[in-house]
């Protein structure tokens, strides 16, 4: 099972969105909605925050949304903070019955 | 809030297996899936495995199938991920995750 691609890295100004991509196959996410997002700033364990899709656990700001078409998932980040300057890697379950990670996407508030 | 808590960093001989531990503080690991994850150093997460909690069926990643084991003790509420025939390749943090949370991150090095 490969990785699913991510662009290595995204930047952009405070107040602005980035989006960040995550390209599968029809073997994970092209069949299953089952897209995770984490977070990860340097030095810290990985912060899940968004599952399903599009599903945001308790806490985790309306400024992190995800979206899916086809084998490619999208996750955006509007009003950007610098706090949100982190690695960000995407998860998708596969048809083996696992789980893959993308290739991580670092983003950078200029 | 569950946290996990996992067992401190090793230092291990090339060819050797590691051990490591990760257990609920302040909850239980029943009726949840536990996953494991490593991070080589500069490098991007990695799924290994799961394991689920009802019948304790298990999967893993297939480069990892035959070298890893994942195991969960039911009476010390504790979930283990042991890796055999180390190589420098296995240097990495490892991590558990359940229940949305990931434990602290185990150091695993190899190095003769």
């Known amino acids: 099972q490969s990785a699913l691609t991510q662009p290595p890295s995204v930047s952009g100004s405070p107040g602005q969105s980035v989006t960040i991509s995550c390209t599968g196959t029809?073997?994970?996410?092209?069949?299953?909605?089952?897209v995770s997002w984490y977070q990860q700033p340097p030095g810290a364990a990985p912060k899940l925050i968004l599952f399903?899709?599009?599903n945001r656990p308790s806490g985790v700001p309306d400024r992190f949304s995800g979206s899916k078409s086809g084998n490619t998932a999208s996750l955006t980040i509007s009003g950007l903070q610098a706090e949100d300057e982190a690695d960000y890697y995407c998860?998708?379950?596969?048809?083996?019955?696992?789980?893959?990670f993308g290739t991580g996407t670092k983003v950078t508030v200029l | 809030q569950v946290h996990l808590v996992q067992s401190g960093a090793e230092v291990k001989k090339p060819g050797s297996s590691v051990k490591v531990s990760c257990k609920p503080s302040?909850?239980?690991?029943?009726?949840?899936?536990i996953t494991w994850v490593r991070q080589a150093p500069g490098q991007g997460l990695e799924w290994m495995g799961r394991?689920?909690?009802?019948?304790?069926?298990?999967y893993y990643a297939e480069r990892f199938q035959g070298r890893v084991t994942i195991t969960a003790d039911e009476s010390t509420d504790t979930a283990y991920l042991q890796v055999t025939s180390l190589t420098s390749e296995d240097t990495a943090v490892y991590y558990c995750?359940?229940?949305?949370?990931w434990g602290q991150g185990t150091l695993v090095t190899v190095s003769s």
């Open positions: 995750a359940s229940m949305g949370q």
């Open positions: 302040g909850g239980t690991f029943s009726n949840y899936e």
């Open positions: 394991i689920t909690s009802v019948y304790g069926t298990t």
């Open positions: 029809s073997s994970d996410i092209g069949s299953y909605n089952r």
């Open positions: 399903d899709v599009n």
């Open positions: 998860n998708s379950y596969t048809s083996r019955s696992t789980y893959v």
